[in-house]
């Protein structure tokens, strides 16, 4: 039957109405960002307008938060000039604030049905969120500096705010492949920019897309297989010369458990792409003259001595044994102590290795993190999914480099890994079964 004609004609001016509220909206955003670009100096008016255009593509993009979180941060850090870790956690915050404002904007005035995905973790990733106010009151209760406490515990709540945020705006497998492409598409981008430069960027963004891409790899035919191979090489040199020894343990473990894990042709891709590289990295290094500094910056952090780690871990532990149940509270810090061969220095909330940072503010109640990181891994390795158990084998090659690194923005690979792998198990993603009828 075809609709009416009014039924046409009253669509068509709600489409005209709606199309000339969202020009109209735009151009609003647009001169408001042009006035406080002209009114507020420096930094902060390229940041309000970098805000505004972050929350229209929001509203209408909702799965490129996280990409654009996760890479946009860096790379306006790095357009900023300034690299202290101060700023590039207030831009990450910032850019996945936005993206909060824009999810509730788009709620309220587009009338969007927008549901988070249901997984096997959101209950023991709740249990964590509600965890920490009441390990900041103890804190505060026990004389921790405020400051302190708001550290540590940004440090702790970037796990499941990465973990629900991922659940809300990557609800189903269309979401996260467009999110993927989003984060590929950057993350190849600052590889191919930094990567003969001597300066380094980790290679952790190198790192998250590398078992996924090797699974994508080994099912693809053709030219499509031709070029995945090519980003795969290129962020696979990206975390060969990282020079971040963390990174290296995360991919390396999550390869191992990858290659012992998943279907054959993704060992079969895993093993060609290993005895590949193995060829080809070190003939690539040797024509570049930018690969050449960047190796010797890798050659000189496996060197490198753990510096003041394991002093740090050491007072770590003693505030862990006088208060082994919960801990110094959250934000606790350490008088200046003597760390031997380092310095004099203030030590904690936050301490280069995550599990002592766990157990020095939170005590083994703090173990409570765990949990849903654990049935994360659980579920994904026993899905008959590739991708699922790449991203679970990522989430373990990470949960043991993070007992080596220090937190710089706060380890939220821990949140944004344990949903991507719920996300894609088949547990996760398969429409619930139909109610049987009951016999009459």
């Known amino acids: 039957m075809k609709p009416c004609p009014r039924v046409l004609l009253a ?136 400051h302190e406490v708001m550290v540590a515990t940004y440090e702790f709540a970037v796990i499941p705010g990465y973990f629900f945020l991922t659940t809300y705006t990557l609800p189903n ?70 020079g971040y020894r963390a990174v290296w343990l995360a991919t390396g473990l999550a390869l191992l458990v990858l290659l012992v894990k998943g279907t054959w042709p993704v060992r079969r891709g895993i093993l060609t792409a290993a005895m590949t590289g193995a060829v080809l990295v070190p003939l690539a290094v040797v024509v570049s003259p930018g690969l050449q500094a960047r190796a010797s910056l890798a050659v000189d952090q496996v060197h490198q001595s753990a510096g003041h780690r394991l002093p740090e871990a050491a007072v770590g532990m003693d505030v862990f044994m006088a208060q082994p149940l919960i801990g110094g509270g959250l934000g606790h810090v350490t008088p200046p102590v003597y760390l031997p061969d380092y310095t004099v220095t203030t030590v904690g909330p936050v301490y280069h290795v995550f599990y002592v940072m766990v157990l020095a503010n939170l005590g083994l109640v703090g173990l409570l993190v765990l949990w849903p990181l654990l049935r994360a891994v659980r579920t994904g390795l026993a899905a008959h999914d590739d991708y699922a158990v790449a991203f679970a084998a990522l989430t373990c090659g990470f949960l043991a480099a993070v007992a080596f690194a220090g937190p710089t923005d706060g380890h939220w690979e821990l949140g944004l ?24």
């Open 417 to 440: 890994l344990p949903a991507v792998t719920l996300l894609t198990s088949q547990t996760a993603l398969s429409p619930p079964a139909p109610a049987r009828e009951k016999p009459s």
């Open 11 to 146: 669509g068509s001016a709600v489409g005209a109405f709606s199309a000339a509220g969202a020009f109209g909206a735009a151009g609003a955003f647009g001169a408001v960002g042009a006035a406080t670009k002209e009114l507020l100096p420096g930094r902060l008016g390229v940041l309000c307008v970098g805000a505004q255009v972050c929350f229209l593509a929001f509203a209408r993009w909702p799965y490129a938060i996280l990409p654009a979180g996760i890479i946009g941060g860096t790379v306006a850090v790095g357009a900023l000039g300034d690299t202290r870790v101060a700023l590039l956690a207030a831009v990450h915050t910032g850019i996945l604030a936005t993206g909060c404002l824009a999810l509730l904007a788009r709620r309220a005035l587009l009338r969007t049905d927008d549901r988070p995905a249901r997984t096997a973790a959101d209950v023991p990733m709740l249990a964590v969120a509600g965890l920490l106010p009441l390990a900041a009151a103890y804190g505060l209760a026990r004389g921790n500096p405020s």
């Open 173 to 242: 497998r269309l979401a996260v492949k467009k999110a993927a492409v989003c984060y590929l598409v950057g993350a190849a981008a600052l590889a191919a920019t930094e990567l003969t430069v001597p300066t380094r960027h980790g290679g952790l963004l190198s790192a998250l897309a590398l078992p996924p891409l090797l699974v994508a790899a080994s099912h693809a035919r053709g030219w499509k297989r031709a070029g995945l191979a090519v980003l795969i090489a290129l962020l696979g040199v990206d975390v060969v010369v990282a």
